[in-house]
């Protein structure tokens, strides 16, 4: 019987058979694993400001993008706020009604403080101490990812 393998030799079938199998494993343990907290945040909040600066409404306009960063529960919350009587004073991700165009250029977050399945991750909006923000991102695994379940904003001594 003839196998792909047929025409080469014994030990190139073999190596090739190998590494065919190393690749595989490979792909799958890349494939399961996470981003760490700090860069979902990092990565959310880059995206997020991106969509500000370009007119659009993250929460409405892009709802499969916000949902890989953003819990479902979390997502549902802000909706019902939006929709309340009293609606939303202030953007639910940035603490604040409008951003300055230096955060989108500085998005610093630390490194997360991991506790099993939430994470807590401390993050700077901002380069210059008029434009700095610090938001406090608490993190919660969903279908084994990272996902913002809520911001708030800390406060800075001057």
């Not at 909706?79 to 009587?85: C, H, T």
Request: hydrophobic share 40%.
């Amino acid at each position: 019987m003839k196998t792909p393998f047929s025409r080469l030799g014994k030990i190139q079938a073999i190596s090739l058979s190998v590494f065919l199998i190393l690749l595989i494993c490979w792909s799958h343990v890349t494939a399961a694993a996470p981003q760490p907290a700090e860069q979902t945040v990092s990565v959310f909040y880059k995206w997020y400001l991106r969509s500000l600066a370009a007119g659009r409404e993250p929460l409405a306009d892009d709802r499969v993008e916000i949902s890989k960063y953003v819990s479902t529960p979390l997502i549902r919350e802000i909706r019902q706020r939006m929709r309340s009587d009293e609606g939303l004073d202030e953007d639910y991700f940035i603490k604040a009604q409008d951003y300055l165009e230096d955060w989108e250029r500085t998005v610093v977050a630390d490194k997360a403080l991991v506790d099993g399945g939430r994470a807590l991750v401390v993050l700077q909006l901002g380069a210059s101490s008029e434009s700095r923000r610090k938001l406090s991102i608490t993190l919660a695994r969903e279908g084994g990812l990272w996902k913002i379940q809520s911001v708030q904003l800390l406060k800075t001594a001057k």
